[in-house]
């Protein structure tokens, strides 16, 4: 755990991207929304209580590919509980370096997964790589601020690891992975324990299942799995609430 958080210091202190400068007045006049003067790791822009962190520049891809990862956070036993076919439509939203589409794909060899990535050089390499293995199925897709950009109706799994505490617009950004969802479709949460101090991640990159359920219900989702099996992380599973 003391690399762990040593190189973790090293990936946020020199590796973020500060997403939100320069707010609009229009911006700040939504309700959604308050803003404060940033914190470090934060981005300043506040909602539910809960200061939006900054986004990892794709240039810490080395730590996302580290060969301790999967020790370290029990990915292996996290993808084996990923609910999916082999037919199911995936969508792994802020996918980085596709450390978990990769590993994913042998699970869906029948179905597609969609590579959701807003950073530019982060696509290029999915698309490099998804050839290099010849996955087909996996499909790199440019999302954006408020929406991933995928077809509506169309995606049983919808999947962010360490992600969600990132998104700049977490309702826009709901609202259009709700439509993106098939009737009984789920979306995936994997996020650091923000209940527990051991968990040697900085403050804004952690979250407590509290504050989750409070935002994901609040846009339309009810809670189904509260997966306590990883190593640092939770696991959890939400649904369509109407």
Not at 82 to 88: G, I, L, Y
Not at 110 to 122: H, R
Not at 189 to 197: K, M, Q, S, W
Request: glycine letters at 8%; hydrophobic letters at 35%.
């Amino acid at each position: 755990m003391r690399n762990l958080t040593l190189v973790l210091a090293i990936v946020f202190s020199l590796g973020l991207n500060f997403s939100c400068q320069g707010q609009s007045s229009v911006e700040k006049q939504d309700t959604d929304y308050s803003y404060q003067s940033p914190s470090s790791g934060g981005i300043g822009k506040v909602y539910m209580g809960r200061e939006i962190a900054g986004i990892m520049d794709f240039r810490g891809k080395d730590w996302l590919e580290r060969q301790s990862r999967s020790q370290e956070e029990n990915t292996d036993l996290a993808i084996e509980n990923f609910p999916v076919t082999p037919s199911s439509v995936v969508a792994d939203i802020g996918a980085g370096s596709g450390f978990y589409t990769f590993r994913v794909a042998p699970k869906v060899p029948n179905g597609k997964i969609y590579a959701v990535e807003i950073q530019e050089d982060a696509i290029l390499f999915l698309e490099e790589r998804s050839k290099e293995l010849g996955y087909d199925y996996v499909v790199p897709t440019k999302g954006g601020e408020k929406s991933p950009n995928l077809p509506e109706n169309s995606i049983d799994l919808a999947f962010m690891v360490d992600v969600y505490h990132e998104l700049e617009y977490p309702v826009e950004m709901l609202a259009a992975i709700k439509k993106s969802l098939k009737p009984d479709g789920k979306l995936l949460l994997i996020e650091y324990r923000g209940e527990d101090p051991e968990v040697q991640i900085r403050p804004h990159h952690k979250m407590t299942v509290v504050q989750i359920e409070k935002e994901l219900s609040a846009n339309g989702f009810k809670l189904v799995q509260n997966g306590q099996f990883m190593n640092i992380q939770h696991f959890l599973v939400f649904e369509k609430a109407d």
